[in-house]
């Protein structure tokens, strides 16, 4: 059974720092291209970030470069979103999203980020 496993989410203040975890189960984690989403509410979910299943190439939207780094640790079957000077605009449900395979794709359940003084 697949599963991605989100956490780190909460209530930070705006110019704060999150770090969000994804830890994936049931995949060959190395070989799985993944990605942070983002879904602020009544709009559709947005690509935050992704990387390529070795780390070495990642991207970013244009509205979060410069300010979060995604990462990964396949030792650990694991990805990172890190998340620094927060602004209200990035309140959302930030989901871990897993490719596998070209047609294999496998969500996490979300985990709320608020960003509000």
């Known amino acids: 059974q697949v599963q991605l496993v989100e956490s780190g989410g909460g209530l930070v203040q705006p110019g704060g720092s999150l770090r969000l975890s994804c830890s994936a189960s049931g995949i060959v984690f190395r070989l799985a291209a993944m990605s942070w989403y983002r879904q602020l509410p009544g709009k559709e979910r947005e690509l935050v970030a992704g990387?390529?299943?070795?780390?070495?190439?990642?991207n970013y939207a244009d509205s979060v470069k410069g300010r979060f780094t995604i990462s990964r640790d396949n030792a650990k079957n694991t990805v990172y979103l890190q998340m620094n000077s927060l602004k209200p605009e990035d309140t959302a449900v930030y989901y871990c999203?897993?490719?596998?395979?070209?047609?294999?794709?496998?969500w996490g359940q979300g985990t709320q980020v608020t960003v509000s003084s």
């Open positions: 999203f897993g490719r596998p395979g070209s047609s294999q794709v496998y």
């Open positions: 990387i390529t299943p070795g780390g070495a190439v990642t």
